[in-house]
């Protein structure tokens, strides 16, 4: 979002609508549209901010203590709030983890964040962070998870789970390619369901998961909100294992 002006008035609306249906997380960066995003999202919220779990993300490159703070007041100012429900480092880069923990740690203390975690954090990354001081209240590791990239179930999302991490899902329909998968088409079409609906659907069912899907059309906003009311039985669940099978050893984290 807020990568096309002409688009603004369209996404702020999708935004808005998602809100009136009750799905309430939202999730940017800073990085994304060089700002842009989080202003939409700030022209999204305004006057509803109680409403919204607010998200959003801090370069690496802005990971030392005080750059991470000076970047949440910059995200803050942007997104036209006082405070984010939860920030996260947008992935691992080479300021030490011990500065990033401690800006995130400050920030909370302030009061400017309520929670705080990471992203594209493997699990090596995650067993250091882990073991620092203080490391232990990340809260969420926002990473790479659809039916086609199921990776991180192999050690990943036990790891995270053992330690109280939710994993935030994203690019849950691969960035719109899952929707044109013909494994996929054929389920949802048995199922009497979009494909859209069954991909998030899948997401949905597992515990200490959060699903961020990204749309910036009203139609499409339906759709998504429709995955909430659907029910996957125990036969379409071994289909759907038998389509996209779970990981049968390590492989490196994915990420986009
Ligand atoms: N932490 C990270 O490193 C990271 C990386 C990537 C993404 N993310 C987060 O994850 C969110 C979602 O990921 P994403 O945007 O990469 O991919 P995605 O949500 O898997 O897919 C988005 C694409 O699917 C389309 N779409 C959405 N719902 C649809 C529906 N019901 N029917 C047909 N098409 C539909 C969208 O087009 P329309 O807009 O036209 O509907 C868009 O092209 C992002 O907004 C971001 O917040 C995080």
New binding site residues.
């Given amino acids: 979002m807020g990568e096309r002006a002409r688009d603004r008035a369209r996404e702020v609306a999708a935004l808005r609508l998602g809100l009136d249906l009750g799905m309430t997380l939202i ?2 960066a800073e990085m994304y549209a060089d700002g842009e995003a989080e202003r939409i999202v700030g022209e999204a919220i305004a006057g509803r901010r109680d409403e919204v779990f607010l998200v959003s ?1 801090v370069y690496p490159h802005h990971g030392s203590r005080r750059g991470v703070v000076a970047a949440c007041e910059r995200s803050l100012a942007r997104l036209g709030t006082d405070r984010l429900d939860l920030y996260l480092l ?2 691992r880069g080479d300021v030490a983890l011990s500065e990033t923990v401690a800006g995130f740690e400050e920030l909370r203390d302030a009061g400017r964040i309520r929670d705080w975690g990471v ?2 954090f493997d699990r090596r990354d995650m067993e250091e962070l882990l073991a620092l001081p203080g490391g232990a209240r990340c809260a969420a590791n ?1 990473l790479l998870y659809h039916l086609d990239c199921r990776g991180i179930e192999w050690d990943l999302e036990p790891l995270c789970r053992g330690h109280g991490v939710a994993i935030m899902a ?7 390619r899952l ?1 044109r998968d013909r494994r996929l088409t054929a389920l949802a079409e048995r199922e009497g369901v ?1 494909p ?1 609906q069954l991909a998030l659907a899948w997401l949905l069912a597992k515990r200490n998961v959060a699903v ?6 009203a139609v ?1 906003v339906h ?2 909100h429709g995955a909430l009311s659907v029910e996957l039985s125990p036969a379409m669940r071994t289909e759907i294992e038998r389509s996209f099978p779970p990981p049968k050893r390590a492989s490196p984290l994915k ?2």
């Fill in positions: 999730d940017t993300k947008h992935w992203s594209n926002q994203y690019s849950p329909l691969d960035e719109g929707l979009t859209a961020i899907p990204k749309t910036g059309a499409h759709d998504n990420m986009i």
